[in-house]
T-cell receptor, first 120, second 110 residues
Framework: KAGVTQTPRYLIKTRGQQVTLSCSPISGHRSVSWYQQTPGQGLQFLFEYFSETQRNKGNFPGRFSGRQFSNSRSEMNVSTLELGDSALYLC???????????????????FGEGSWLTVV | GQSLEQPSEVTAVEGAIVQINCTYQTSGFYGLSWYQQHDGGAPTFLSYNALDGLEETGRFSSFLSRSDSYGYLLLQELQMKDSASYFCAVRDGNAGKSTFGDGTTLTVKP
């Protein structure tokens, strides 16, 4: 089955602009999460959506927002872009991810190829 | 808060065995995962431990000790293609919300 699909793959924006990134999870996956990865850094959790509801949120300013649609597709938006927002934005999906799951299948998150955002 | 520590770099030769350690401090714990990421690529899932002990998947094994808040990834019979960054991640709630370490860059030399 198709993997996690993210669009666009590459984009360049100017400071002050806003950007919307899109993510289509693996078919049947209801949990979609977003991470920011900067060069040489680990992955910083942005937020997670499940059944159109934001279930968890990381420590990012309010300029970062997201949403999930009824088909589980998700978008994230960054407003008033800053130079420091330049990063790889990764979307990940998982089967369910509820805290009751102990097995590998319920705990594996699958990443998309990411969207490379450059702010100039 | 949550934090994970892993070495920043490891170098080994082809055919060797390498162990990448990860210690963690989290408010909740549901499991430790390992991911591999090649330059320019997406992180890909390698293994997951929810209980103490060793999990083996081919050349890769992962170990967890919850009492020590410690785990490791063991890579055997190293190949050049194993050169990549390896991240440990702790699931401290829903699976989609994981805290990642800063990654270990593994360089495999001939």
């Amino acid at each position: 089955k198709a993997g996690v699909t993210q669009t666009p793959r590459y984009l360049i924006k100017t400071r002050g602009q806003q950007v919307t990134l899109s993510c289509s999870p693996i078919s049947g996956h209801r949990s979609v999460s977003w991470y920011q990865q900067t060069p040489g850094q680990g992955l910083q959790f942005l937020f997670e959506y499940f059944s159109e509801t934001q279930r968890n949120k990381g420590n990012f300013p309010g300029r970062f927002s997201g949403r999930q649609f009824s088909n589980s597709r998700s978008e994230m938006n960054v407003s008033t872009l800053e130079l420091g927002d330049s990063a790889l934005y990764l979307c990940a999906s998982s089967l369910d991810g509820g805290t009751g799951h102990k097995g590998v299948s319920g705990n594996t998150i699958y990443f998309g190829e990411g969207s490379w955002l450059t702010v100039v | 808060g949550q934090s994970l520590e892993q070495p920043s770099e490891v170098t080994a030769v082809e055919g060797a065995i390498v162990q990448i350690n990860c210690t963690y401090q989290t408010s909740g714990f549901y499991g430790l995962s390992w991911y591999q990421q090649h330059d320019g690529g997406a992180p890909t899932f390698l293994s997951y431990n929810a209980l103490d002990g060793l999990e083996e998947t081919g050349r890769f094994s992962s170990f967890l000790s919850r009492s020590d808040s410690y785990g490791y990834l063991l890579l055997q019979e190293l190949q050049m293609k194993d050169s990549a960054s390896y991240f440990c991640a702790v699931r401290d709630g829903n699976a989609g919300k994981s805290t990642f370490g800063d990654g270990t860059t593994l360089t495999v030399k001939p």
